[in-house]
């Protein structure tokens, strides 16, 4: 069915439903009840056609016709609408502050028709039913309102979740390639760096003949060019998810790493302690990354510079540091490209083991690089800086923050508001009591038989609310009015009427 037609059908179910109890009243008490249901509803009819556009402005057909059947909303008939459209606003317009406008004007209205009904104390009374009628309502279609959008954005989230795990696989495969491309290029690259470094280091050798040197500048200059090609290559495969620490071979020992950069050239002086047998699955092969990236980055960018290896085992902590002085002015450079990416990965590669990593100039010029390694089983890998989260989790979190101030405010909002309707009874009841103070005199002058438009003029504004504990029963088929005798007082003058005349009056005393 079209969302057109869903939706004209749900309005015509909503006005049978709010039309029937006045139909029903009419039919059971005819009369003025008849009247109030052939003009309500039509105008029902009105409201539930504009509900959608102005769901909050159409409120004010239900509420005029509560007024017109009572002051104090106390309306069987037409309750039922008042608080459909008021639930109904709260679930299309939940906007708060257009509903505390709207509210605050509606209370503020109903003071002054209170005061022309003569009937002050009904004022608190109306403040209540809008409450429960209006306020209650309408939070909790504001409620429904959040919680819905809260489902929908926990669909939405399925809906994208579904769809990128069929890209899971494809991105598995991609970091298994870039994985084994990092390998290629540590390892490799490792092995091309030694050897340009070694054929720097016989292009000086003076036991040479000229052409044999010029043989072996060219084949560093071979060796710097495939290097580059490697990183090139490699490059395009490389990403930082590559290292996860999965670890390619066997890691060599720091004696084994250190050697072998000494029979390439370089000037190593290592400074071991402790046992270095056992090691961690995780923790082996990353010390041997900590130094073979450290001595690969030392021969590039500071050829001929002296380099400290101190590799030390206390208890249950290892500890690494390769450091090397500033580049010999004297060492011809083995002309290696870099590719920026190496102290990054190696820093990932110490993480996942559990440890830390810190690279950086020292004040001599030189660079330094110390790993910090637990030399025990069941380390834990330290967590990444904090990562932002994706649009669609901060759009669930903002749904369901929602919903949970919405929950609040529909418990806390009715407190608030009948608090503040106990503080407006005090000054209330201080105005009504004022002016509804008949003096003794303004008695006296009253007579039996007088009209009652001829003693209307001389009482107050309001009579009491209701008769005082103690009044005797009234006279039959009279009706009588009680005024205070002085403020805050509960002695009271009694003034019964029948057939338009006053037929009695009397004092009501204070028990």
Wanted: hydrophobic share 45%; charged share 25%; aromatic share 4%.
């Amino acid at each position: 069915m079209d969302d057109r037609v869903r939706a004209r059908w749900y309005d015509l179910g909503l006005w049978l439903a709010v039309s029937a109890p006045p139909v029903m009243a009419a039919d059971a008490l005819r009369g003025r009840a008849a009247l109030m249901a052939a003009v309500g509803v039509p105008l029902l009819a009105l409201a539930v056609a504009a509900a959608r556009r102005w769901p909050l402005g159409v409120l004010v057909v239900p509420l005029a016709l509560n007024l017109a059947h009572d002051v104090e909303l106390l309306t069987l008939p037409f309750l039922p609408a008042l608080t459909a459209f008021a639930f109904l606003a709260g679930v299309r317009a939940g906007e708060v502050r257009a509903a505390a406008r709207f509210f605050g004007a509606t209370a503020a209205a109903g003071l002054p028709v209170c005061v022309l009904g003569r009937d002050l104390w009904s004022w608190p009374s109306q403040l209540l039913m809008l409450l429960l009628t209006v306020g209650l309502p309408w939070l909790l279609g504001r409620w429904w309102r959040q919680y819905a959008e809260l489902v929908r954005s926990g669909w939405r989230l399925a809906d994208r979740m579904e769809r990128e795990q069929r890209a899971v696989a494809d991105r598995t495969r991609m970091r298994e390639r870039a994985r084994i491309a990092s390998d290629m290029h540590d390892s490799l690259g490792h092995d091309l760096t030694l050897l340009a470094v070694r054929a720097a280091a016989l292009e000086v050798d003076r036991s040479l003949d000229a052409r044999q040197q010029a043989a072996v500048g060219e084949l560093r200059e071979a060796a710097a060019d495939a290097t580059g090609r490697l990183r090139e290559i490699i490059g395009v495969l490389r990403t930082d998810e590559a290292v996860d620490g999965t670890v390619q071979g066997a890691a060599e020992t720091p004696e084994a790493v250190v050697e072998r950069a000494r029979s390439s050239g370089l000037d190593v002086a290592l400074e071991q302690r402790g046992e270095w047998d056992g090691l961690p699955p995780m923790v082996g092969p990353a010390v041997h990354r900590v130094l073979q990236e450290a001595l690969t980055n030392a021969a590039k960018h500071a050829p001929g510079a002296p380099i400290r290896v101190e590799a030390a085992r206390d208890g249950d902590t290892l500890r690494v540091t390769v450091a090397n002085g500033p580049a010999g002015s004297g060492a011809p450079s083995p002309g290696l490209a870099s590719g920026g990416a190496g102290l990054v990965g190696l820093d990932e590669r110490v993480r996942l083991a559990g440890g830390t990593l810190r690279a950086g100039a020292v004040a001599d010029g030189g660079f330094e690089v110390h790993a910090r390694l637990p030399a025990v089983e069941g380390a834990v890998a330290r967590e990444r800086g904090a990562v932002e989260d994706s649009l669609s989790v901060r759009e669930l979190q903002r749904a369901r923050k929602r919903v949970r101030r919405s929950g609040r405010q529909a418990v806390l909002a009715p407190l608030a508001v009948l608090a503040g309707i106990c503080v407006v009874l005090l000054p209330v009841s201080l105005t009504s009591s004022a002016l509804s103070v008949l003096d003794r005199e303004g008695f006296d002058g009253l007579r039996v038989g007088e009209t009652r438009e001829e003693v209307a003029e001389r009482l107050p504004v309001f009579d009491r609310d209701g008769a005082p504990e103690g009044a005797p029963e009234e006279p039959p088929g009279a009706q009588c009015a009680y005024f205070h005798t002085r403020l805050m007082s509960d002695e009271a003058y009694r003034l019964c009427f029948s057939g338009g005349r006053l037929v009695s009056r009397g004092v009501v005393p204070d028990l």
